[in-house]
């Protein structure tokens, strides 16, 4: 499993939603050191929302809780009356349960901060635009890429400040589909069509059910990617085998990158 991306992550939310927002707490803890203090309970929550792969859990009182994924943490709703497994207790981060119903588990989430919501957001507004907002600035995304120039669009697409929201599987899966060499320099690329098949393509994963980030239209095992993952298997377009190498230079993740070197020729 590699790092969530923007579309897990809006899912992530969507769930979240629908078992907490508009109830009060019963529980509300935070079992991280700098927020071991807090108590929740008694709090409303209002709203779930994202920005990239950033989630946020707004409450009544002005204040926000602010998790990231990153490769280890995940969240898990259990409905009224049950728990979670005694073996995974220890790895609960955050724990939000409503009054008569579910409760809500952070496990191993390596980002946890809490205060006010203006405080919260600030820790993302070095952020580029999200595909996934209500509200997607389309043109600043596309010049944000541009203003990349010689970086390989690769790497472009991982970085968050220019786009917030794709992570590995999309920056391969878009290379593949625009017919891009993966180190072909940002300032050559069409950026506006790249946006927006960004967007479409997120969009769609994120909304769609049984979608999730199937960019074939094929959801068969080893058929719903056409380059990630599939590393010496012939391109599911002309055959010609997937090459990959080991990582992303400058990479502190350490990601490949997936191509068919007929579909993305070098240039």
Known sequence: MGMPEGDTVFVLATRLRRALDGATLRTGRLNVPAHAVENLA?????????????LFTDF??????????????????VRAGRSIPQRV???????????????????????????????????????????????????????????????????????????????????????????????????????????????????????????????TGDTRKGRSHWVAGRAGKPCLRCGVPIRVVAEVPGDPDRRRTWWCPRCQPEQ
Not at 42 to 54: D, F, L, P, S
Request: hydrophobic share 45%.
């Open 89 to 215: 207790r220890p790895d609960v981060r955050v724990q939000l349960g409503v009054v008569d119903g579910p409760t809500a588990y952070g496990i191993l989430l390596p980002v946890v901060d809490y205060g006010w919501a203006a405080d919260m957001n600030a820790l993302v507004a070095h952020l580029g635009p999200d595909p996934l907002q209500p509200v997607f600035d389309a043109d600043t995304a596309a010049a944000n890429v541009v203003a990349q120039k010689g970086r390989p669009i690769i790497a472009t697409l991982l970085d968050q400040r220019v786009i917030a929201g794709p992570g590995n599987l999309w920056a391969n899966e878009l290379c593949f589909l625009r017919g891009l060499w993966p180190w072909t320099p940002s300032g050559d690329v069409n950026a506006e069509k790249l946006v927006g098949l960004l967007e479409r393509a997120m969009r769609h994963s994120a909304t769609m059910p049984g979608a999730m980030q199937v960019t």
């Open 42 to 54: 008694g709090r409303t929550v209002v709203a779930h929302r994202t920005h990239g792969k950033h």
């Open 60 to 77: 009544d009182n002005g204040t926000t809780l602010h998790t990231h994924l990153r490769m280890s943490g995940s969240w898990t709703v």
